[in-house]
């Protein structure tokens, strides 16, 4: 692809390396039991606090993917900046490093890492902080633009 090329499908897409935005939630009992619904994963880790307080954690933990499900908002918001329609092609390295807890509210921040200017996609960094500033979900993301 020749430099005006790659500068053409930068400017088709709208977004640069380093874009970033966030969105904040606080977890609540009711954000875990609908997800627990909705998903059928009724996990004693999730539903029953009575469980919960025999092991390390001492409580319920919300469901990791529920942190993704709150990363899939950041992608919203970021194809929502860019020039392009733009849909998911998935998620890769997903890793829960830390709980997250009923009441906690979490801040995802997602960034552009990459940009692939021949395929029309990006890869972003995606970063789940609970309210103390722990790392507690880790991913990335990969959007494929279809202007």
């Known amino acids: 692809m020749s430099t005006r090329e790659s500068e053409s499908a930068t400017e088709a897409i709208g977004l640069e390396i380093g874009d970033s935005v966030s969105f904040s939630k606080t977890v609540g009992e009711s954000d875990v039991y609908l997800f627990a619904g909705i998903t059928g994963d009724l996990s004693p880790n999730h539903v029953d606090e009575e469980a919960m307080k025999r092991t390390p954690y001492k409580r319920r933990i919300a469901h990791g993917v529920l942190s993704i499900g709150f990363a899939s908002t950041t992608s919203t918001l970021m194809i929502a ?10 998620y890769d390295r997903i890793r829960f490093i830390k709980p997250i807890f009923i009441g906690d509210t979490v801040t995802v921040t997602y960034t ?3 940009i692939d200017q021949e395929r029309l996609r ?7 902080k609970n309210q103390h ?15």
Do not use: D
């Open 133 to 147: 500033g722990e790392l507690c979900t880790v991913a990335q993301h990969i959007l494929k633009f279809i202007a």
């Open 112 to 114: 552009i890492a990459e």
């Open 122 to 128: 990006t890869r972003a960094n995606i970063e789940v």
């Open 81 to 90: 900046k860019a020039k392009a329609t733009a849909v998911s092609a998935g």
